[in-house]
């Protein structure tokens, strides 16, 4: 069973060769969507090993993913895998995703960053995490602990079943929810999540609403 | 005619031109057209025709307002909202399709650049 993993970066020069590299490991393939980076991100993502796909304009995570979904469905890969391009995620990681997958334990899997005490996460995003993650858990009707990580993998019938529409951090609860509305099985695994002090991007306090507003809309 | 009527009445008659040559230019749809016009020959004829202005002194007069003022003001107000609210949802559009011909673009590159790939330098 061959797997995917897509990236979504912006500007991530610093650190998406050695994501690229690590993902590499133990994926198929690696493809990242470059959304519109003004800086080296396509080229050192190209030297690391990636397939590069380039948005000519910036459209947020959500649309960059979304992207990659629609190319990742082009190939034959069985399992798809999501990443942060800015080194949050250890790549080594990955197998622990794909396992249950491989085992036919669940059709997605989150990584979640707050299932083990949730070492380095800022106090403010961690009670906002909370916050999603429990009207998403409502809104899917699942037990969800981490609905805003970029950690997963996917089996590939869920994304020929539905691809989230936002184009923002709201694409995190919205794939979950479309996953869980089609009867797939999402369970989450502990994850190590690194936080680097001089990165600040991320879902704001403003995105925080967005993304509650439209999970208790569905 | 009072300086405030005179105003009122170039105003209108410049911003007619305008929005005519707009026309002209195709960069406003006619449905667009006719609603601008209908407002600016109301705003050249309240300053111009004192026969208007009397119109307009019944209409405040029978919607209970005080004054003419009242009247123009409210519905000035009720025509702006109306029109942030349709310029928002055509911005929300055409954010849609801007997003869509995006994702469209990467995808057909990335399928030509497949089926033709290039050496990196």
Aim: hydrophobic share 45%; net charge positive.
């Amino acid at each position: 069973m061959g797997s995917l993993c897509i990236i979504p970066a912006f500007e991530e020069e610093a650190t998406i060769g050695r994501v690229v590299a690590g993902a590499l490991k133990h994926c198929g393939a690696v493809l990242v969507i470059d959304d519109n980076s003004q800086d080296q991100t396509a080229a050192v993502s190209r030297q690391a090993g990636a397939t590069v796909i380039g948005h000519v304009l910036r459209l947020g995570t959500g649309a960059a993913l979304s992207t990659g979904f629609r190319a990742a469905l082009k190939t034959d890969s069985e399992i798809f895998l999501t990443m942060d391009g800015d080194g949050q995620h250890d790549p080594d990681q990955i197998p622990n995703l794909t396992d249950l997958i491989l085992r036919d334990e669940a059709d997605v899997v989150v990584g979640s960053r707050l299932l083990s005490p949730p070492a380095g996460m800022p106090l403010g995003k961690r009670i906002g995490n909370r916050i999603l993650s429990a009207t998403t858990s409502l809104a899917a009707g699942t037990q969800i602990t981490d609905s805003q990580s970029g950690f997963r993998a996917y089996r590939r019938e869920v994304l020929e079943y539905a691809i989230h529409q936002a184009r923002d951090y709201r694409w995190a609860s919205e794939i979950l929810i479309l996953a869980a509305k089609g009867n797939f099985r999402i369970r989450e695994i502990p994850v190590a999540a690194v936080y680097l002090p001089q990165r600040v991007r991320g879902t704001s306090i403003k995105d925080g609403l967005k993304i509650l507003y439209s999970t208790v809309m569905r | 005619m009072e300086p405030y009527a005179i105003a009122a009445a170039i105003f209108g008659a410049t911003m007619l031109i305008l929005t005519t040559l707009e026309l002209r230019r195709r960069r406003i749809r006619p449905l667009q057209y006719l609603f601008w016009m209908a407002l600016w020959l109301a705003l050249i004829l309240v300053g111009t025709v004192p026969q208007f202005y009397s119109a307009l002194l019944f209409a405040t007069e029978a919607l209970g307002m005080y004054t003419p003022i009242h009247f123009v003001t409210t519905f000035s107000i009720l025509i702006l909202f109306t029109l942030v609210y349709l310029l928002g949802k055509r911005i929300a559009d055409l954010d849609e399709k801007i997003s869509l011909i995006v994702q469209h673009v990467a995808l057909r590159d990335a399928t030509t650049e497949t089926k033709n790939p290039k050496k990196e330098k």
